[in-house]
Protein backbone atom coordinates (compact mmCIF):
# COMPACT_ATOMS: atom_id res chain seq x y z
CA UNK A 1 0.00 0.00 0.00
CA UNK A 2 1.58 3.31 -0.79
CA UNK A 3 2.48 5.53 2.16
CA UNK A 4 3.92 8.93 3.21
CA UNK A 5 7.43 9.28 4.49
CA UNK A 6 9.33 11.67 6.13
CA UNK A 7 13.00 12.74 6.47
CA UNK A 8 14.56 12.79 9.07
CA UNK A 9 13.28 10.92 11.48
CA UNK A 10 14.77 12.85 14.06
CA UNK A 11 16.36 16.18 14.01
CA UNK A 12 18.25 18.40 16.33
CA UNK A 13 19.24 21.73 15.53
CA UNK A 14 20.26 24.55 17.74
CA UNK A 15 18.15 27.82 18.61
CA UNK A 16 17.87 30.35 15.42
CA UNK A 17 19.07 27.53 12.43
CA UNK A 18 17.16 27.07 9.55
CA UNK A 19 15.80 23.39 9.12
CA UNK A 20 14.08 21.57 6.28
CA UNK A 21 12.02 18.77 6.64
CA UNK A 22 10.86 16.61 4.49
CA UNK A 23 8.10 14.71 3.16
CA UNK A 24 7.48 12.37 0.13
CA UNK A 25 3.44 12.32 -0.32
CA UNK A 26 1.79 9.38 -2.43
CA UNK A 27 2.52 9.83 -5.63
CA UNK A 28 -1.07 10.58 -7.08
CA UNK A 29 -2.43 12.98 -4.28
CA UNK A 30 -2.51 16.40 -4.97
CA UNK A 31 -3.39 18.09 -1.55
CA UNK A 32 -0.59 18.29 1.09
CA UNK A 33 -0.49 18.91 4.72
CA UNK A 34 1.65 19.64 7.93
CA UNK A 35 0.71 19.45 10.94
CA UNK A 36 2.37 19.55 14.29
CA UNK A 37 2.29 17.85 17.95
CA UNK A 38 4.44 19.57 20.67
CA UNK A 39 4.64 16.95 23.22
CA UNK A 40 1.90 15.72 25.38
CA UNK A 41 -0.44 18.47 23.15
CA UNK A 42 -2.99 17.94 20.58
CA UNK A 43 -1.80 18.15 16.77
CA UNK A 44 -2.25 21.08 15.43
CA UNK A 45 -2.37 22.23 11.68
CA UNK A 46 -0.17 24.46 10.45
CA UNK A 47 -0.64 24.83 6.25
CA UNK A 48 -1.82 22.69 2.92
CA UNK A 49 -0.67 23.20 -0.06
CA UNK A 50 -2.27 22.44 -3.55
CA UNK A 51 -1.50 23.40 -7.00
CA UNK A 52 1.99 24.79 -6.71
CA UNK A 53 0.76 26.85 -4.22
CA UNK A 54 -0.88 27.63 -0.14
CA UNK A 55 -4.33 26.89 0.37
CA UNK A 56 -4.82 27.59 3.76
CA UNK A 57 -2.74 28.10 6.74
CA UNK A 58 -2.75 28.18 10.73
CA UNK A 59 -2.20 31.38 12.68
CA UNK A 60 1.11 29.12 13.98
CA UNK A 61 2.43 29.38 10.33
CA UNK A 62 4.29 32.67 10.69
CA UNK A 63 6.21 34.11 8.50
CA UNK A 64 9.31 31.97 10.05
CA UNK A 65 7.41 29.16 8.19
CA UNK A 66 7.71 28.21 4.36
CA UNK A 67 6.56 25.23 2.11
CA UNK A 68 7.89 24.30 -1.33
CA UNK A 69 7.34 21.28 -3.76
CA UNK A 70 10.56 21.36 -5.52
CA UNK A 71 10.09 18.92 -7.65
CA UNK A 72 7.41 16.49 -8.65
CA UNK A 73 7.64 14.08 -5.65
CA UNK A 74 9.23 16.18 -2.58
CA UNK A 75 7.44 18.45 -0.37
CA UNK A 76 8.95 20.74 2.47
CA UNK A 77 8.67 22.10 5.17
CA UNK A 78 11.51 25.10 6.26
CA UNK A 79 11.80 27.10 9.74
CA UNK A 80 14.06 29.63 8.96
CA UNK A 81 14.86 30.69 12.48
CA UNK A 82 14.27 27.67 14.84
CA UNK A 83 12.98 28.65 18.25
CA UNK A 84 12.60 26.33 21.39
CA UNK A 85 8.84 26.06 21.20
CA UNK A 86 9.25 24.71 17.91
CA UNK A 87 10.44 21.43 19.80
CA UNK A 88 7.64 19.35 18.62
CA UNK A 89 6.80 16.33 15.73
CA UNK A 90 5.65 17.32 12.16
CA UNK A 91 3.40 15.59 10.73
CA UNK A 92 3.09 15.75 6.43
CA UNK A 93 0.07 14.24 5.07
CA UNK A 94 -1.43 14.04 1.80
CA UNK A 95 -5.01 13.32 -0.01
CA UNK A 96 -6.69 13.09 -3.39
CA UNK A 97 -9.54 15.58 -3.57
CA UNK A 98 -11.77 12.97 -4.64
CA UNK A 99 -13.44 9.70 -3.01
CA UNK A 100 -11.53 7.14 -4.65
CA UNK A 101 -10.86 4.83 -1.17
CA UNK A 102 -12.99 4.24 1.31
CA UNK A 103 -12.73 7.44 2.99
CA UNK A 104 -13.77 10.75 2.04
CA UNK A 105 -10.80 13.17 1.59
CA UNK A 106 -8.59 10.70 3.98
CA UNK A 107 -5.28 12.68 5.13
CA UNK A 108 -2.54 9.58 4.77
CA UNK A 109 -0.04 10.71 8.02
CA UNK A 110 3.59 10.16 7.60
CA UNK A 111 5.63 9.08 10.54
CA UNK A 112 6.42 12.09 11.28
CA UNK A 113 10.13 13.91 12.12
CA UNK A 114 10.87 14.99 15.52
CA UNK A 115 12.49 18.27 15.90
CA UNK A 116 14.35 19.19 18.75
CA UNK A 117 15.30 22.92 19.54
CA UNK A 118 18.54 23.06 21.71
CA UNK B 1 -13.31 29.37 16.97
CA UNK B 2 -13.23 25.75 16.74
CA UNK B 3 -12.40 23.29 19.64
CA UNK B 4 -12.61 20.01 20.00
CA UNK B 5 -12.41 18.27 23.32
CA UNK B 6 -12.00 14.67 24.79
CA UNK B 7 -11.13 13.49 28.05
CA UNK B 8 -7.86 12.31 28.10
CA UNK B 9 -7.58 9.26 29.63
CA UNK B 10 -9.71 6.10 29.53
CA UNK B 11 -9.42 2.49 31.23
CA UNK B 12 -10.78 -0.52 30.63
CA UNK B 13 -10.46 -4.58 31.59
CA UNK B 14 -9.58 -6.69 28.16
CA UNK B 15 -13.25 -7.95 26.86
CA UNK B 16 -14.64 -5.35 27.77
CA UNK B 17 -15.87 -2.36 25.26
CA UNK B 18 -14.06 0.71 25.23
CA UNK B 19 -16.27 3.89 24.76
CA UNK B 20 -14.31 7.00 23.60
CA UNK B 21 -16.22 10.46 23.75
CA UNK B 22 -15.26 13.77 21.74
CA UNK B 23 -17.29 17.22 21.45
CA UNK B 24 -16.50 19.82 19.20
CA UNK B 25 -17.90 23.35 18.19
CA UNK B 26 -18.24 23.31 14.55
CA UNK B 27 -21.35 22.92 13.42
CA UNK B 28 -20.70 23.14 9.70
CA UNK B 29 -18.02 20.00 10.09
CA UNK B 30 -18.89 17.63 7.13
CA UNK B 31 -16.60 15.00 8.40
CA UNK B 32 -15.76 13.27 11.52
CA UNK B 33 -12.58 10.89 11.98
CA UNK B 34 -10.95 8.94 14.55
CA UNK B 35 -7.39 8.71 14.02
CA UNK B 36 -5.40 5.89 16.42
CA UNK B 37 -1.71 6.50 17.43
CA UNK B 38 0.41 4.23 19.21
CA UNK B 39 3.37 4.87 20.62
CA UNK B 40 6.21 5.92 18.43
CA UNK B 41 4.10 6.36 15.72
CA UNK B 42 2.29 8.20 12.72
CA UNK B 43 -1.46 8.70 12.81
CA UNK B 44 -3.92 6.05 11.78
CA UNK B 45 -7.26 6.51 10.37
CA UNK B 46 -9.40 4.03 12.14
CA UNK B 47 -13.07 5.05 10.79
CA UNK B 48 -14.82 8.21 9.85
CA UNK B 49 -18.94 9.50 9.93
CA UNK B 50 -20.35 11.60 7.67
CA UNK B 51 -22.28 14.42 9.30
CA UNK B 52 -25.32 13.78 7.91
CA UNK B 53 -25.38 9.86 9.69
CA UNK B 54 -26.08 9.19 12.74
CA UNK B 55 -23.93 5.72 13.16
CA UNK B 56 -21.58 3.53 11.28
CA UNK B 57 -20.36 0.28 12.20
CA UNK B 58 -17.24 -0.75 10.91
CA UNK B 59 -16.28 -4.50 12.65
CA UNK B 60 -15.60 -3.77 16.38
CA UNK B 61 -15.85 -0.67 15.91
CA UNK B 62 -18.78 1.81 16.01
CA UNK B 63 -19.39 5.42 15.44
CA UNK B 64 -22.15 7.40 17.37
CA UNK B 65 -22.89 11.11 16.18
CA UNK B 66 -25.62 13.32 18.14
CA UNK B 67 -25.07 16.85 15.67
CA UNK B 68 -27.41 18.56 17.65
CA UNK B 69 -25.40 17.97 21.23
CA UNK B 70 -22.18 17.80 18.28
CA UNK B 71 -21.05 14.88 20.57
CA UNK B 72 -19.24 12.04 18.94
CA UNK B 73 -18.14 8.82 20.40
CA UNK B 74 -16.44 5.68 19.26
CA UNK B 75 -16.75 2.27 20.55
CA UNK B 76 -14.52 -0.71 20.39
CA UNK B 77 -16.33 -3.76 21.21
CA UNK B 78 -13.52 -6.72 22.86
CA UNK B 79 -10.90 -4.26 23.51
CA UNK B 80 -7.56 -5.76 23.10
CA UNK B 81 -4.19 -5.36 24.37
CA UNK B 82 -3.64 -3.94 20.88
CA UNK B 83 -6.22 -1.54 21.23
CA UNK B 84 -3.73 0.17 23.37
CA UNK B 85 -3.19 3.64 22.03
CA UNK B 86 -4.30 7.44 21.79
CA UNK B 87 -7.04 8.09 19.64
CA UNK B 88 -7.63 11.39 18.49
CA UNK B 89 -11.13 12.63 17.10
CA UNK B 90 -11.23 15.16 13.95
CA UNK B 91 -13.49 17.37 12.18
CA UNK B 92 -13.26 19.07 8.96
CA UNK B 93 -15.59 21.37 7.34
CA UNK B 94 -15.19 20.18 3.72
CA UNK B 95 -12.45 18.41 1.74
CA UNK B 96 -9.43 19.47 -0.32
CA UNK B 97 -7.60 21.74 1.04
CA UNK B 98 -8.87 21.86 4.53
CA UNK B 99 -6.75 21.25 7.05
CA UNK B 100 -7.89 18.64 10.49
CA UNK B 101 -8.78 20.10 13.63
CA UNK B 102 -8.32 17.21 16.09
CA UNK B 103 -8.69 16.76 19.84
CA UNK B 104 -5.82 16.29 22.32
CA UNK B 105 -6.69 12.94 22.42
CA UNK B 106 -7.55 10.18 24.78
CA UNK B 107 -5.14 7.68 26.10
CA UNK B 108 -6.65 4.40 26.45
CA UNK B 109 -5.24 2.18 29.37
CA UNK B 110 -6.02 -1.69 28.88
CA UNK B 111 -5.96 -3.51 32.28
CA UNK B 112 -5.25 -7.60 31.90
Known amino acids: EPEVTQTPSHQVTQMGQEVILRCVPI?????FYWYRQILGQKVEFLVSFYNNEISEKSEIFDDQFSVERPDGSNFTLKIRSTKLEDSAMYFCASSNRFFTGRVPYEQYFGPGTRLTVT | GEDVEQSLFLSVREGDSSVINCTYT??????LYWYKQEPGAGLQLLTYIFSNMDMKQDQRLTVLLNKKDKHLSLRIADTQTGDSAIYFC???WGGGADGLTFGKGTHLIIQP
Open chain 2, 26 to 31: DSSSTY
Open chain 1, 27 to 31: SNHLY
Open chain 2, 90 to 92: AEV
